[in-house]
């Protein structure tokens, strides 16, 4: 949340085309009762993009699943995955992991809406309920309700007296566990998440996997999504370099500030690209701090981008 908006996307798309980029989560009271077009936007560029949504309420998320297939998105996955306190208040994200007959009847009413897949995002368990046969259980009723595909966080959510943060790290990954998931139900799509970083893993895990997922890696390493058409979808085009990355990005950012928007709204999810060679930390000050105060903000991407010269 507040991570992966439209800026990010399109920026991302420019390194892959072919991975699957997810929205951030929108909950279905925003969408059904706030600013629906900020949160359905996207590029056409950006497929294939699936809508994440957040909420416990069949008939809300059925609606929610309508306007993402009439917006153009091409799957639309339901977090129970979501540790925040916040969403926990709402029956939203890993707290439904408790109630595994809520969910079914949510991805029923989902699929049932609509013609693109639903998918869900959950954790390996929750406290209280952590066990291999409970984690069973749901995956059983959800796959049930019609679901074939799971993204499986392999660790466990602690919602009482952890913070999301450091739900995201301390408790431990249990790739283990999703493996015998796997093996147990040969038929489902099974997709892992959790601690993944670089593409030498990604391959590790697709011997035994569907899928895998990048999260937080994605996000302040972008440039490793440069590689993964290459090394994962055995595409013979180009690398892009982290230069031309950046120099793609030019029309869009001009016309968003033609259009009133703030440069820092795009850069702030290009910072990544300044990871691990002389000037990067310039680079990345030019595009965070000094764009506060730049006059001319394009003539301050000039200045960023030649740090990226031969990158």
């Avoid at 600013?35 to 560029?45: G, I, S």
């Avoid at 897949?117 to 059983?140: M, Q, W």
Wanted: net charge negative; with cysteine.
């Amino acid at each position: 949340m507040d991570w992966t908006d439209h800026h990010c996307r399109y920026f991302m798309r420019k390194l892959s085309k072919h991975a699957l980029l997810y929205t951030e989560m929108v909950t279905t009271g925003a969408l059904l009762h706030g600013d629906r077009e900020r949160f359905l936007r996207h590029d056409e560029t950006e497929h294939p993009l699936a809508l994440q949504l957040g909420g416990s309420t069949a008939a809300d998320l059925a609606a929610c699943s309508r306007l993402a297939e009439e917006a153009g998105y091409d799957e639309v996955n339901l977090n129970v995955g979501c540790p925040s306190d916040r969403v926990q208040n709402n029956m939203i994200g890993a707290c439904l992991m408790a109630h595994p007959e809520l969910v079914a009847d949510c991805v029923k009413a989902m699929r049932d809406a609509v013609g693109i897949p639903v998918t869900v995002k959950h954790r390996i368990g929750i406290n209280g309920r952590d066990s291999y046969a409970e984690l069973c259980d749901f995956v059983g009723k959800v796959q049930e309700a019609g679901c074939q595909s799971f993204t499986v966080h392999a660790r466990i959510a602690i919602l009482e007296g952890l913070s999301p943060k450091e739900n995201r790290d301390i408790p431990p990954l249990r790739y283990d566990v999703v493996a015998q998931l796997k093996s147990d139900f040969p038929d489902l799509e099974i997709v892992l998440n959790g601690g993944i970083k670089t593409l030498e893993q990604c391959s590790e895990h697709l011997q035994a996997f569907d899928g895998v997922m990048l999260g937080r890696e994605a996000y302040h390493n972008p440039y490793l999504l440069a590689h993964v058409d290459q090394q994962l979808f055995g595409s013979t085009a180009p690398v892009i370099s982290r230069y031309d990355s950046l120099e793609s990005m030019r029309p869009y950012i001009a016309a968003h500030i033609a259009s009133g928007g703030n440069m820092h709204h795009v850069t702030r999810h290009m910072l990544g690209l300044g990871l691990g060679f002389p000037g990067a930390r310039r680079f990345r000050q030019l595009l965070s701090v000094d764009i506060h105060k730049a006059g001319n903000p394009m003539l301050l991407l000039d200045q960023a981008a030649a740090f990226l010269q031969g990158h």
